[in-house]
């Protein structure tokens, strides 16, 4: 089995920043696709970003690029998601999410989740 634990929420002002990290722990991590999701209030849980192990896939929802970076450190079992210039569109509870296989963009296809973390971003 794999644990993941998100850490790095918090309230932040429109225009502000926030780095994510995720630890996970478990099972042999290698080839493992890790993501980063999240779920506002009344609305359900929305892909962000995923990386592949190598760190050479890695996709965004159209919301956040050019905002929001994935990162990874394989020596570590971390992922990252650096979040610049928030807007109060962001705020929510970020998951992340691991798999084996490609990367891809639906809840679904991951198979082991993080407890989450709160972004909240005033204006």
């Known amino acids: 089995q794999v644990q993941l634990v998100e850490s790095g929420g918090g309230l932040v002002q429109a225009g502000g920043s926030l780095k994510l990290s995720c630890a996970a722990s478990?099972?042999?991590?290698?080839?493992?696709?890790m993501g980063w999701f999240r779920q506002a209030p009344g609305k359900e849980r929305e892909f962000v970003a995923g990386i592949s192990w190598s760190g050479r896939t890695i996709y965004y929802t159209d919301s956040v690029k050019g905002r929001f970076t994935i990162s990874r450190d394989n020596a570590k079992n971390t992922v990252y998601l650096q979040m610049n210039s928030l807007k109060p569109e962001d705020t929510a509870v970020y998951y992340c999410?691991?798999?084996?296989?490609?990367?891809?963009?639906?809840?679904?296809?991951?198979?082991?989740w993080g407890q989450g973390t709160q972004v909240t971003v005033s204006s």
């Open positions: 478990g099972r042999t991590l290698s080839n493992s696709v």
């Open positions: 999410a691991l798999r084996f296989g490609a990367v891809v963009t639906t809840t679904a296809q991951y198979n082991y």
